[in-house]
């Protein structure tokens, strides 16, 4: 899944308007103009659309912890450079304060079934024996369970495969 697939269905998850796109952003202390929103959210084929770099996604996902969850005292978490399937899901279990019970929960309404042993190999950090790599899959049905219980229904023009 490339970051701006990721960027829409979350703004799509939460009805994120381009001005609380912008705040987002504004939780990680990044300005963004409308623009740049707008060209991230665009469809790849569009003549406008801009590819989501890792960094400036990262730091939309950690302006969602701080939307969210609230922001942290001292210093502020440094967006990733490199980002993968696995941290972006780590993020999201951390914006949406869940645990191991409620992702499956959200993975089961997208039709997935997982268990929780499975599930935590997602988290575990990469040099563990027991790490697992989050295949586009995982992250898309996650993804399709968040908005199932966030939106409640599926719009037949946004529906997630």
């Known amino acids: 899944m490339t970051n701006n697939d990721c960027l829409r269905r979350i703004r799509y998850i939460l009805d994120l308007s381009d001005s609380k796109m912008m705040n987002t952003f504004a939780q990680a202390n990044h300005d963004v103009t409308r623009t740049e929103v707008s060209a991230w959210l665009k469809k790849d084929d569009d003549a406008d659309f801009v590819k989501c770099r890792d960094i400036i996604f990262a730091t939309f996902l950690n302006g ?5 969850r609230g922001k942290k005292e001292g210093p502020q978490a440094e967006p990733e450079q490199r980002l993968n ?5 780590m993020k999201l279990k951390i914006a949406f304060n869940l645990q191991a019970e409620g992702i499956v929960s959200i993975l089961a309404l997208a ?10 190999a997602f988290f575990r950090r990469p040099e563990h024996k027991h790490f697992r790599k989050c295949q586009d899959q995982i992250l898309r049905n996650f993804l399709k369970g968040l908005q199932l219980q966030y939106r409640n229904k599926l719009d037949p023009d946004d529906a997630f495969e």
């Open 64 to 68: 969602l912890i701080n939307d969210k």
């Open 85 to 89: 399937n696995n941290i972006i899901f």
């Open 111 to 120: 039709g997935l079934r997982v268990s929780k042993s499975e599930l935590s």
